[in-house]
């Protein structure tokens, strides 16, 4: 993925302004801490917590996610191989459980994504105001 672009961002774990510092405190979506964000970024001081309730709107990313998931799911297993819906409903679940963590961030992600762009300027800014 090329840097600049918001897909970078998504899947990099990375500051939707610079694209340098990390979103999340840790790159590993399966740690116990899996939900824990920086405030600011590190590298150019974005503030990640835009303002009280903003990832609320995450809730309908995740919501696409998971449909999304679930269409794939049902016509990989129900259609193509013919297993019944029973088993499409325990693994659909036991899947949806197993990506929690991944699905989280990643609704996250996109949806900072979308307020945000990238601006190749803004990295060091952090580092520049300090000397």
């Known amino acids: 993925m090329l ?3 918001k897909l970078y961002s998504i899947f990099g774990n990375k500051c939707p302004r610079c694209h340098e510092g990390n979103f999340f405190e840790k790159n590993n979506p399966y740690t ?4 824990k964000m920086n405030h600011y970024c590190s590298s ?16 309908y990313v ?3 996610l998971t449909v ?9 297993l129900y259609v193509i191989f013919g297993f019944n819906a029973m088993i499409f409903l ?9 990506l929690l963590p991944w699905i989280f961030r990643t609704s996250r ?5 979308f307020f ?6 803004a990295a060091g800014s952090v580092q520049r105001k300090v000397a």
Do not use: H, P, Q
Request: aromatic share 20%; charged share 20%.
């Open 3 to 5: 840097k600049g672009t």
């Open 32 to 35: 116990k801490d899996f939900d």
């Open 44 to 59: 150019c001081g974005d503030n990640f917590e835009r303002e009280t309730g903003f990832y609320y709107g995450a809730m």
């Open 62 to 64: 995740s919501y696409a």
């Open 68 to 76: 999304a998931l679930g269409v794939t799911w049902f016509l990989m």
């Open 90 to 98: 325990i693994s659909y679940s036991v899947l949806l459980i197993v």
């Open 109 to 113: 992600l996109i949806w900072i994504n």
């Open 116 to 121: 945000t762009k990238y601006n190749k300027d």
